[in-house]
């Protein structure tokens, strides 16, 4: 990347299986999520010590690209009740890029 703004990324996260994510000693900033992804993303917010901002939409690239917005050079949750696969995703000014995550993922995928 060669823009002089430090990217967001944002670890777009399905509800389902939240609390055996291993977060590998990430700094998170913060935590999203939608309504119906509340319930869920709220304890792993408090084990982090981290607050959490509900909104309608969090999956959409708008809302992704609000959120990227406000974490320029953070690593963020993204949790969303309509999100099937976890996804990192890089926002600058470059541009957006997106990749399995966590990044052994994609490995574990294509090993057999």
Known sequence: MSSLQCPATMLVLPCSGLKEV???GLRIAHVW???ESA???QPL???LGLGVTVRDDVSGREA???IADLHPGETVLV????VTTATEVLVDADGWSRRP???DA??????D
């Open 79 to 82: 949790v969303g009740s309509d």
């Open 101 to 103: 995550w966590p990044k």
């Open 106 to 111: 994609a490995d574990e995928q294509t090993a």
């Open 64 to 66: 992704l690209s609000d």
């Open 39 to 41: 319930v869920f993303a």
């Open 33 to 35: 999520c939608d309504p």
């Open 22 to 24: 291993d977060l590998g």
């Open 45 to 47: 917010a408090t084990n």
